[in-house]
C-alpha cells in the first residue's frame, strides 16, 4: 500500500481524522496518541497527549502553533524514551525540528510513530484568537486564498510544507478535500499503524504533481522574500533592526532547536564587576543597557542557524514585534548552502560543526 | 584623522602551535607591530564564535584565530572544527554585511616564528586600509 485516500465523512475533516486516531487508542495499537486540539474557548490549540479515545478531540489542521510539537516530544522523551506506542501528528517545520532535536540526543523516538500533516499555513496567537470573519480558522487556512493574508511571514515563505520523514502523510494537497485525504504509508511501522482502516485508491500522479507545484510556488515566494530583504545589511541596518529588542531572550527561549540546557546568556558568565562597565564606558565612550543585545543574536544564529526550521516561533514570541524571519530567512538559506545542510532532512545526518572533513575550506587558515 | 590609525588586533593563539609561534617570534627578536592582544586558549577548536563577536563588538578591528596546521592538532580535529565554525561565522556576517573580513585564521606552528610576525604584519595593514571597526564606537548595540 502506497497512495490510498481516507474517505471523508458527512464532508467533515475534522471528525475524519479525529476518528482516526480515536480508532488507533480503541484498538490498542498505541497508548497514546499526541495531536493540536482545540482549547475549549477555541481561542487555541496545543499539541494534547490523548489515551482516552472518548477524549480525543483533535484538530490537525487547527492553522497556529503556539509551541513546536518538536519541542514538546523532546520534553516528553528526554529523560527516558518510551516503553509504550505513541503516535505523533505533527507539521512538516515541527518535524524538522523534532530530527534535528533527535540528532542532539535531545528527543527518542523509541516507540514512536509519526504521522505527518500537509500544513496550509497558520496564523498569529491573536489573529487566531479573534478570526475575522464567519468562518473558523481553520475552515479558512484549508479554503486557502483570502486567508493568506493573515498567515505568518514564516509561513507564506515556508521551506516545505509537506512532511518527509514520517510514517504515514495526511495529505490535503493533490486530492479533493470533500471526497478525502491523501495517505501515504511510508514505512513498515505506518503500514503497521494504518492496518485494519479503510482506505480507497486515489491518483497519486494528482498528489505528486499538486506536491510539486505548492512546493514550487512557496519556493517562489521564500526566493522573492529573500530578494526583498537584501538590503538589510550593514551596522547601521543591523542596529536599527535590533534597536527595538529588549534582550529578552524569548526568542532563544520559543526556538525548537536552541538546544542548551541553560543558555550562555542566561548564565553568569556576562555578570562583570561594576569596574569592568565602567572600563567599558571608558573604552566606547557610552553604551546602553541592558548590554549586549547583538551579541546575544549574532552569537545565538552562530550556534543554532544551520538546524534553523524556519519556523518562525522566535518571531512570534517577539514582545517587540522585530520581524526576524527577514533576516534569519537569509542568515539561514546561505548558512546552510555553504555546508549543504538541511535540518531535518534526514535523523541520521551529522550536524556539521560536530563534523568535518579534511580536504574542504582549505583555503581557510593559509590565504 | 590626524593621527594615524593604530587597529586593535585581538588574537586567540592555541597554546601548542601559533603562541609558541609567537613567543618564538620574541625569542628571536623578530620585529612585529605591537597592535596585536594575544590571548592563549589550548586550542583552536576551542574559541567559540562568541569570544570573536565580543571582541569585534567591543571595537576590536581584526581578529585572528591561530591553530596547528591542520593534522597537527593536539587533541586531533580541533582545527578542523575550528575551520568550519570561523566558516560558518563569516557566512553569517557576510550575510548580514558585518565585515567577515575582519576575522583572520591562520595555522602557525611552533617553529613558525617568522610566519607569525608577517602574519600580523599582514593583518595590521589590510586592516590599516579598511579602517577603524565601525562597531567600536557604537553605544546601542
Ligand atoms: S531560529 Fe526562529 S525560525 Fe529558526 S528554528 Fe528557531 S524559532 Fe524557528
Ligand atoms: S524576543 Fe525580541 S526583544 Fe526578546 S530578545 Fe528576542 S529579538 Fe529581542
Ligand atoms: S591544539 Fe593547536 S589547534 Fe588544536
Wanted: glycine share 6%.
Amino acid at each position: 500500500m502506497a497512495e490510498m485516500m481516507l474517505p471523508i465523512q458527512d464532508g467533515d475533516i475534522k471528525t475524519t481524522v479525529n476518528d482516526l486516531l480515536k480508532g488507533l487508542l480503541r484498538s490498542g495499537k498505541v497508548s497514546a496518541v499526541i495531536a493540536m486540539q482545540e482549547t475549549p474557548s477555541g481561542k487555541s490549540a496545543f499539541p494534547t497527549m490523548v489515551s482516552d479515545p472518548e477524549k480525543m478531540d483533535a484538530n490537525v489542521f487547527a492553522p497556529l502553533l503556539p509551541v513546536s510539537t518538536g519541542t514538546m516530544i523532546s520534553r516528553i522523551t528526554k529523560v527516558r524514551g518510551s516503553n509504550k506506542p505513541i503516535t505523533v501528528v505533527l507539521r512538516s517545520c515541527e518535524m524538522r525540528a523534532l530530527m534535528e532535536l533527535v540528532k542532539l540526543n535531545q528527543a527518542d523516538l523509541t516507540n514512536v510513530t509519526l504521522i505527518g500533516v500537509d500544513c496550509p499555513g497558520t496564523f498569529p496567537m491573536n489573529t487566531y484568537s479573534s478570526f475575522p470573519g464567519d468562518k473558523t480558522p481553520t475552515e479558512a487556512v484549508l479554503e486557502g486564498g483570502e486567508a493568506e493574508k493573515y498567515m505568518r511571514s514564516a509561513c507564506l515563505s515556508c521551506k516545505d510544507p509537506v512532511p518527509e520523514n514520517v510514517d504515514v502523510v495526511i495529505g490535503i494537497y493533490g486530492v479533493d478535500l470533500k471526497k478525502g485525504l491523501f495517505i501515504d504509508t511510508r514505512t513498515d511501522a505506518g503500514e503497521k499503524l494504518l492496518e485494519g482502516i479503510e482506505l480507497v485508491k486515489t491518483d497519486a500522479k494528482a498528489r505528486v504533481k499538486a506536491v510539486e507545484d505548492v512546493r514550487k510556488s512557496k519556493d517562489a515566494v521564500r526566493a522573492k522574500f529573500i530578494e526583498e530583504r537584501s538590503d538589510i545589511k550593514g551596522i547601521d541596518k543591523i542596529t536599527e533592526f535590533f534597536d527595538t529588542c529588549v534582550n529578552c531572550h524569548n526568542c532563544m527561549k520559543a526556538c525548537p532547536i536552541c538546544y542548551c540546557k541553560e543558555c550562555l546568556f542566561d548564565s553568569s558568565v556576562f555578570d562583570l564587576e561594576a569596574n569592568k562597565y565602567v572600563a567599558k564606558a571608558e573604552n566606547k565612550g557610552s553604551f546602553k543597557t541592558p548590554t549586549d543585545s547583538m551579541l546575544f543574536h549574532i552569537t545565538r544564529f552562530n550556534h543554532m542557524i544551520l538546524s534553523c526550521v524556519e519556523c518562525g516561533l522566535c518571531e512570534q514570541a517577539c514582545p517587540s514585534n522585530i520581524p526576524l524571519m527577514d533576516i534569519i530567512i537569509p542568515i539561514a538559506e546561505n548558512a546552510q548552502k555553504e555546508f549543504e545542510y538541511l535540518p531535518g532532512r534526514d535523523s541520521e545526518e551529522k550536524l556539521p560543526m560536530i563534523v568535518y572533513r579534511e580536504d574542504e575550506f582549505q583555503d581557510v587558515g593559509e590565504k | 584623522m590626524s593621527e594615524e590609525f593604530e587597529p586593535k588586533i585581538v588574537g586567540f593563539l592555541c597554546n601548542w602551535c601559533s603562541y609558541a609561534g609567537a613567543d618564538l617570534a620574541g625569542t628571536s627578536r623578530i620585529q612585529y607591530p605591537s597592535n596585536i592582544r594575544v590571548i592563549r586558549v589550548m586550542c583552536s577548536g576551542s574559541v567559540d564564535t562568541v569570544y570573536v563577536n565580543r571582541a569585534l563588538l567591543e571595537g576590536a578591528d581584526a581578529v585572528l584565530i591561530g591553530g596547528c596546521h591542520p593534522g597537527d592538532c593536539h587533541y586531533l580535529n580541533g582545527n578542523y572544527k575550528a575551520r568550519r565554525r570561523m566558516v560558518l561565522m563569516k557566512n553569517i556576517l557576510e550575510t548580514l554585511g558585518l565585515e567577515p573580513e575582519r576575522i583572520w585564521v591562520r595555522w602557525i606552528s611552533a617553529s613558525e616564528g617568522q610566519k607569525f610576525a608577517d602574519t600580523v604584519k599582514e593583518i595590521v595593514e589590510r586592516t590599516k586600509e579598511m579602517g577603524p571597526n565601525p562597531m567600536g564606537k557604537r553605544w546601542n548595540v
